[in-house]
């Protein structure tokens, strides 16, 4: 099953090469109909077992689609579907395709969605330039970096995913509801606005593109969970140069504006800048999932992970969620922190992190306390 490949992949990040539109593989299941025809039950041993405890969680009053799309994911069940809706394009014309190997069926799709409401968005776009200038301190640094941080600068892991393109890197904050302890340490202020600003994350990261480099049209192969981005550094901001394409529709990265789409859906984009585009990017529940539709979905996920979730002990079930609890909580950012600050290049980092203030802070602090004291010895 394409979602257990974490090393490869990630949840949301099993891209796909675009293929031309073929029929379902398995039942066939129209998006926007009301009813559909139910898969099988799942028959493997850690998928029945998951199964079983996703209808518990989920109860008699809840829809069944949750269920439903672990027994689709369990029998390798792509959903293939065009969702144009623009009446001069055809299937043919159109790259309003949408393809997801992990599917919850009657989860409405657009390609981009209105935010303007959401309290999270005018949370993280208040604090953008603060998570620009943390995150530029550190990568200015690319040795103290590759010593630091957890997979930093990750590229395309898979055949499928370089064939659309090399230009996009990642350095993951939050991965399936889990913190990287030691990448939020090198980003906490970073990692602090994330949490509190309640957005709806599965996973959070860093995001580069290389300068003029295009990714080729593909599906990120999820329709549980939307896309949103917070752009950090965009080249030539404003004019253009960095765009994304969801189906049919295009829009621009504008540093500071968020915006959020659905990415099972075929998109592309282009950097035509001489520079590097960055962003801070998120994958949050589709807004239509109720609160026990996550829960249950966060479980099947934490039951990849600690499969012991499922066991028929008692004791090894309670001690699984005690590990899956500790998995997911916010991590001390203190303790995750490095030991040196990045090195400049006039050698005044080269100090260890105090625990109050970070060593940039107290440069500049004794800069102005040496300016303060001058002034008083001429007058």
């Given at each position: 099953m394409k979602i257990t490949n974490r090393a490869a992949h990630g949840l949301c990040r099993s891209s796909v090469a675009v293929q031309p539109p073929k029929p379902h593989r398995s039942v066939v299941v129209d998006s926007t109909a009301s009813t559909y025809e139910r898969p099988p039950p799942s028959t493997g041993y850690l998928s029945s077992r998951?199964?079983?405890?996703?209808?518990?969680?989920?109860?008699?009053?809840?829809?069944?689609?949750?269920?439903?799309?672990?027994?689709?994911?369990?029998?390798d069940y792509e959903h293939r579907?065009?969702?144009?809706?623009?009446?001069?394009?055809?299937?043919?014309?159109?790259?309003?395709?949408?393809q997801a190997h992990s599917y919850v069926p009657g989860l409405p799709i657009k390609t981009f969605w209105d935010i303007e409401g959401e309290k999270w968005r005018e949370a993280l776009e208040s604090k953008h330039e603060v998570i620009r200038d943390e995150f530029l301190k550190v990568i200015a640094n690319p040795d103290f970096l590759a010593a630091n941080a957890q997979n930093a600068w990750v590229g395309a892991q898979t055949g499928e995913a370089r064939a659309y393109g090399l230009g996009w890197k990642t350095l993951g904050l939050l991965d399936r509801g889990?913190?990287?302890?030691?990448?939020?340490?090198?980003?906490?202020?970073?990692?602090?606005?994330?949490?509190?600003?309640?957005?709806?994350a599965v996973e959070a990261f860093f995001a580069s593109m290389e300068p003029e480099s295009s990714i080729?049209?593909?599906s990120d192969n999820a329709n549980f969970v939307l896309t949103s981005h917070l752009p950090l550094v965009v080249p030539d901001n404003g004019q253009n140069k960095c765009r994304l394409t969801i189906g049919d529709d295009t829009k621009e990265w504008l540093e500071g504006k968020m915006m959020m789409f659905d990415t099972s859906i075929l998109h592309d984009a282009v950097n035509e800048s001489d520079r590097k585009r960055y962003i801070l990017m998120f994958r949050v529940w589709h807004p239509d999932l109720s609160a026990a539709e996550r829960k249950a979905l966060q479980f099947a996920l934490d039951s990849l992970s600690v499969e012991e979730l499922?066991?028929?002990d008692p004791a090894e079930r309670a001690e699984a969620e005690k590990k899956v609890a500790a998995l997911r909580a916010f991590?001390?950012?203190?303790?995750s922190?490095?030991?040196v600050v990045p090195t400049s290049t006039s050698g005044q980092w080269k100090a260890r992190i105090d625990d109050n203030d970070t060593e940039m802070e107290k440069i500049t602090k004794n800069k102005k306390k040496k300016k303060k004291a001058k002034k008083s010895s001429t007058s």
């Open positions: 998951i199964e079983k405890r996703l209808e518990e969680i989920l109860g008699d009053s809840s829809p069944t689609r949750v269920v439903d799309s672990w027994r689709y994911l369990s029998q579907e065009y969702v144009g809706t623009d009446p001069t394009k055809t299937p043919e014309t159109s790259n309003c395709h949408q889990v913190w990287d302890p030691v990448n939020a340490g090198l980003f906490p202020r970073t990692a602090e606005i994330i949490r509190d600003s309640g957005i709806p080729k049209l593909h499922v066991s028929d991590p001390d950012l203190r303790k922190r490095p030991k």
